[in-house]
């Protein structure tokens, strides 16, 4: 199952995110979880928990690609032959099955499987995975008899939750990059300039201060189409007085850092004040109540309870308080699947977790948000990023 080593890899060096002995110590752990669950491997198809047990990456995920792990042994990947290149340049492993685009990936899984011992017994599969479709479920059950796939979702998220020392400085890193292209973007804006310069001030911050391709893009608007969760630029044209916010992420090794920022350019008038006190008021009552054994909940009722001093209520306030960070893949750069806060979430904190922060409060005109990074402690919390919560006035 091991794939010629290319040309191109032999005269690279290997660009792994973290040592041989890390990567072992998470194949262990999630091995020692199988074992506890009673299955004999783990079919593994999200590419953020590939990346996280063996460091291998591409942006060709949208392709077949599935890792498998024997609850004894060494993990076989089994990709599209175009990307396996990859694992030369980033991953610890050496077994791969690569797949030519006339062969049918799930068939060549169940023959990877037969080979490293996961031919038969009860083995666990991402039931919720976006990358393991209905049809390719079915496919593996009719082709593998003698498999029970059990669902194991989330078994391998669990590990990914708590974050190690060296994922922490890659998130430090990403965090970095973010308030880079937040300070490149607010020196872009202007007076009847538009999204677009500041957006492309921001990407180019970002790169130029190291980071990667984000999970998702950069969120740059202005004046009324502030308005737009999750808007991104569109050409209008920025007037005195408008609001112009940005949400950010800078990546490394896939790790993500976030920043949401918010300035007007001239003189902001009291209630764009007021919303962002409201917004920052939200931002430091979750720093205050972060620490391990504190649920989820109740730092989003903290968050909550402060914007709603302000007045500020459901219709201005709509999102949770904040999201796990860490590996993260277009569509999303966060880990909020694996865990968010928000309402009803009794999950205890740990220390090492790490998350994004972003209340967005709504006016009838605007939107404004602040946000930190954040890493739980074993006190409390560490605020990732370092730019100050403040609504500054850009001068016109």
């Known amino acids: 199952m091991k794939m010629p080593v290319s040309s191109a890899a032999k005269s690279s060096p290997k660009r792994l995110a973290f040592t041989v002995a890390e990567y072992r110590d998470r194949l262990q752990r999630l091995q020692s979880r199988l074992r506890e669950a009673e299955l004999d491997g783990l079919l593994v198809n999200t590419p953020e928990n590939i990346t996280y047990l063996t460091g291998f990456q591409t942006p060709g995920y949208y392709a077949y690609q599935g890792l498998l792990v024997p609850v004894d042994g060494d993990p076989v990947l089994v ?7 990859n694992v030369d340049f980033f991953a610890w492993i050496d ?10 990936p799930v068939l060549e899984t169940v023959a990877a499987m037969s080979e490293c011992g996961m031919a038969e ?3 666990g599969a991402e039931l919720d995975s976006w990358f393991l479709t209905v049809r390719q479920l ?9 498999v029970d796939l059990v669902d194991a979702s989330g078994t391998v998220e669990s590990l990914r939750v708590i974050k190690s020392a060296a994922e922490i400085e890659h998130i430090r890193s990403s965090c970095r990059q973010a308030e880079a292209g937040i300070e490149a973007g607010i020196a872009a804006i202007r007076h009847g300039g538009s999204e677009n310069e500041v957006a492309a001030a921001v990407y180019s911050g970002v790169i130029l201060a190291g980071g990667e391709y984000p999970g998702l893009a950069p969120f740059v608007l202005a004046g009324a189409r502030t308005l737009i969760p999750h808007g991104t630029w569109g050409g209008g044209a920025i007037e005195t007085g408008d609001v112009v916010y940005f949400e950010v992420c800078g990546t490394t090794f896939r790790y ?4 949401m920022h918010s300035v007007v350019l001239g003189q902001a008038t009291d209630r764009q004040k007021r919303v962002a006190e409201a917004s920052i008021a939200g931002v430091l009552a979750a720093v ?3 620490a391990p054994g504190v649920s989820a909940g109740e730092v989003d009722r903290a968050c909550r309870e402060a914007i709603g001093s302000y007045g500020f209520g459901a219709d201005a306030y709509r999102h949770r308080c904040g999201y796990s960070i860490g590996v993260a893949f277009p569509p999303d750069w966060g880990e909020g ?7 009803g979430e009794e999950r205890l904190l740990e220390s090492g977790m790490t998350f994004h922060v972003p209340p967005l409060v709504f006016d009838e005109e605007f939107g404004i948000g602040f946000s930190h990074s954040l890493l739980v402690t074993d006190v409390g919390c560490e605020p990732l990023t370092a730019l100050p919560l403040r609504l500054d006035s850009i001068e016109d």
């Open 79 to 85: 990709c599209r032959h175009l990307e396996a290149a």
């Open 95 to 104: 077994q791969v099955v690569p797949v030519a685009d006339d062969r049918d």
């Open 121 to 123: 017994g009860r083995i």
């Open 138 to 146: 079915g496919q593996l059950r009719e082709a593998a008899p003698a």
């Open 256 to 259: 993500t850092g976030a920043r």
């Open 288 to 290: 205050e109540a972060i």
């Open 337 to 343: 699947q694996i865990l968010s806060l928000k309402a």
